[in-house]
Nanobody
Framework: QVQLVESGGGLVQAGGSLRLSCAASGRTFSFSRYAVGWFRQAPGKEREFVAAVRWSAGNAYYADVADSVKGRFTISRDNAKNTVYLQMNSLKPEDTAVYYC???????????????????WGQGTQVTVSS
């Protein structure tokens, strides 16, 4: 089992920035090879993909970012700390949502953009962007 705890959400004005963190604990001895990602869910909408990073043979990491946030959001990971980050810049009101961190022991999960590809989820953190 892997436990995920997000932090860093809050209220910010349009154009502002936030950095979300997600700390993993539990069965994380191979966390460096786990796929990790961020999804978000606005009221009345389905959970949607935001960004993911996956490990590949040769110790390379590949990031995938949704078009709606490309150029504004950056996903990163610190394997020594078992932590994943989402740096969010130039925030817009339409970015308002609950943001969820997710991970899966299978590196290939990071190639998928749908929630069912991932096994473990955090409880979510609210991000509200005011206009």
């Amino acid at each position: 089992q892997v436990q995920l705890v997000e932090s860093g959400g809050g209220l910010v004005q349009a154009g502002g920035s936030l950095r979300l963190s997600c700390a993993a604990s539990g069965r994380t001895f191979s966390f460096s090879r786990y796929a990790v990602g961020w999804f978000r869910q606005a009221p009345g909408k389905e959970r949607e993909f935001v960004a993911a990073v996956r490990w590949s043979a040769g110790n390379a990491y590949y990031a995938d970012v949704a078009d709606s946030v490309k150029g504004r959001f950056t996903i990163s990971r610190d394997n020594a700390k078992n932590t994943v980050y989402l740096q969010m810049n130039s925030l817009k009101p339409e970015d308002t949502a609950v943001y969820y961190c997710t991970t899966d022991p299978r590196p290939t999960a990071g190639t998928a953009r749908y929630p069912s590809a991932y096994e473990y989820w955090g409880q979510g953190t609210q991000v509200t962007v005011s206009s």
